[in-house]
């Protein structure tokens, strides 16, 4: 369960509100990390005086960072500011403008708005990048990665345990590959995972070539009990490799958030936005599941269920906008909801969706998130 600290007197959603209004901007900041006992001094703070990250702080603000201390803030004006103790820092204009400049994109991948970080296009619209479902067939397993463009040549193949199994067989085709092979089900290797089940992996065979670049496979995951037992299979998952133009611009940008100064989840959060944004989700899962793992953040979770939503994984979608559903702010129970809400309309539960859209409408009508509300509304209204 994921609580947000009230430390800091305000919630991210309200940073969101700010920017979406027709009033001057107040000037906020983000504490994207946090290290050491860093205190909070200033308008607005109440009780428990300890920083904590993803905390919105308003203008003049001061943390006093401790010896061997540090704390990254993002400023609302697209700076970020790295302090290192011991030192007492005040959120002004002027002490963020003397920090770094982030493009609109970068300012995107750290700053959450409406309840989510905002690196997958089109989650407002019903249709937009809806990608299959997790099969009807409960011995099938289901394919988890790689799904959508992968970022290695060489990658791991994951999916659902199948209790029953006694054989997998796993088959990639494309133009010049064809992995075909069968493996028993007790040789495989499954962990449990966030999400409370169990996930069978299998590296890459270190005896097959790499995937070329720009080209697109089809992989096939199959289970059956015995010998004399039918194959149960998933549906063919696509997998592209990206071209090494678009590798080496990716790459690039990695590189330049390395050396923006984010840390710790941050970073990782910072650099699965941007996997995410150049369609290689299955990457971005790991890098926010990382990022949740060392920063628990309700944002970071409907993220994350974003990224499951869009890969087709509606199942793991819907466990995690649940528990985000759960002591986070209106903001981040209008993104769960909307998004329950696809996951049901892609199941073909319309009933279900159009409760979940209502419920979403009335928070972000709350929240006076005007284009949020009314994509609410429309999806609400395909069911009037």
Same mark, same amino acid.
């Given at each position: 369960?994921? /609580?947000?600290?009230?430390?800091?007197?305000? $919630?991210?959603?309200?940073?969101?509100?700010?920017? +979406?209004?027709?009033?001057?901007?107040?000037?906020?900041?983000?504490?994207?990390?946090?290290? #050491?006992?860093?205190?909070?001094?200033?308008?607005?703070?109440?009780? &428990?005086?300890?920083?904590?990250?993803?905390?919105?702080?308003?203008?003049?603000?001061?943390?006093?960072?401790?010896?061997?201390?540090?704390? #990254?803030?993002?400023?609302?004006?697209? +700076?970020?500011?790295?302090?290192?103790?011991?030192?007492?820092?005040?959120?002004?204009?002027?002490?963020? %403008?003397?920090?770094?400049?982030?493009?609109?994109? @970068?300012?995107?991948?750290?700053?959450?708005?409406?309840?989510?970080? !905002?690196?997958?296009?089109? $989650?407002?619209?019903?249709?937009?990048?809806?990608?299959?479902? &997790?099969?009807?067939?409960?011995?099938?397993?289901?394919?988890?990665?790689?799904?959508?463009?992968?970022?290695?040549?060489?990658?791991?193949?994951?999916?659902?345990?199948?209790?029953?199994?006694?054989?997998?067989?796993?088959?990639?085709?494309? /133009?010049?590959?064809? =992995?075909?092979?069968?493996? !028993?089900?007790?040789?495989?290797?499954?962990?449990?995972?966030?999400?409370?089940?169990?996930?069978?992996?299998?590296?890459?065979?270190?005896?097959?070539? &790499?995937?070329?670049?720009?080209?697109?496979?089809?992989?096939?995951?199959?289970?059956?009990?015995?010998?004399? @037992?039918?194959?149960?299979?998933?549906?063919?998952?696509?997998?592209?490799?990206?071209?090494?133009?678009?590798?080496?611009?990716?790459?690039?940008?990695?590189? /330049?958030?390395?050396?923006?100064?984010?840390?710790?989840?941050?970073?990782?959060?910072?650099?699965?936005?941007?996997?995410?944004?150049?369609?290689?989700?299955?990457?971005?899962?790991?890098?926010?599941?990382?990022?949740?793992?060392?920063?628990?953040?309700?944002?970071?979770?409907?993220?994350?269920?974003?990224?499951?939503?869009?890969?087709?994984?509606? +199942?793991?979608?819907?466990? +995690?906008?649940? @528990?985000?559903?759960?002591?986070?702010?209106?903001?981040?129970?209008?993104?769960?909801?909307?998004?329950?809400?696809?996951?049901? =309309? %892609?199941?073909?539960? =319309?009933?279900?969706?159009?409760?979940?859209?209502?419920?979403?409408?009335?928070? =972000?009508?709350?929240?006076? $998130?005007?284009?949020?509300?009314?994509?609410?509304?429309?999806?609400?209204?395909?069911?009037?």
């Amino acid at each position: 369960m994921i /609580r947000r600290s009230m430390m800091g007197v305000l $919630l991210i959603s309200g940073l969101a509100t700010a920017t +979406r209004t027709g009033q001057p901007l107040e000037l906020l900041g983000i504490l994207t990390q946090v290290a #050491g006992a860093v205190q909070l001094a200033g308008p607005g703070v109440k009780g &428990d005086p300890l920083a904590s990250p993803w905390q919105v702080v308003r203008a003049g603000v001061t943390l006093r960072v401790p010896e061997r201390g540090n704390v #990254g803030i993002v400023c609302s004006n697209s +700076r970020f500011v790295r302090v290192q103790g011991p030192a007492a820092w005040s959120l002004t204009e002027q002490a963020c %403008a003397a920090g770094q400049e982030l493009t609109p994109a @970068e300012y995107a991948l750290v700053a959450p708005q409406a309840g989510r970080f !905002k690196v997958v296009n089109g $989650l407002m619209l019903l249709e937009s990048e809806m990608r299959g479902t &997790d099969g009807d067939d409960p011995l099938a397993p289901l394919t988890l990665s790689p799904r959508s463009a992968v970022r290695s040549p060489r990658p791991t193949v994951s999916w659902l345990r199948v209790p029953s199994a006694t054989e997998y067989r796993v088959e990639l085709r494309g /133009r010049g590959i064809h =992995y075909d092979t069968l493996l !028993k089900g007790g040789d495989i290797a499954c962990v449990a995972s966030p999400e409370r089940i169990e996930i069978c992996s299998r590296p890459w065979p270190a005896d097959f070539p &790499d995937l070329p670049p720009g080209e697109t496979f089809f992989l096939g995951i199959a289970s059956h009990e015995g010998i004399a @037992e039918p194959w149960h299979r998933s549906e063919l998952v696509e997998v592209r490799t990206l071209a090494i133009t678009d590798a080496g611009r990716l790459e690039d940008r990695l590189r /330049r958030l390395d050396r923006l100064g984010f840390e710790g989840a941050a970073l990782q959060s910072a650099h699965a936005g941007l996997l995410a944004e150049a369609g290689l989700y299955t990457d971005a899962a790991d890098a926010y599941r990382a990022a949740l793992a060392a920063t628990p953040s309700p944002e970071l979770l409907v993220t994350l269920a974003d990224v499951y939503l869009v890969s087709g994984l509606h +199942r793991l979608a819907e466990l +995690r906008y649940r @528990e985000a559903l759960s002591n986070a702010p209106p903001s981040v129970r209008a993104a769960a909801s909307f998004g329950l809400g696809r996951v049901e =309309y %892609a199941r073909g539960g =319309y009933r279900e969706a159009a409760i979940f859209f209502q419920q979403a409408r009335k928070l =972000y009508a709350g929240l006076k $998130l005007e284009g949020e509300e009314e994509a609410a509304r429309l999806a609400e209204d395909r069911f009037r």
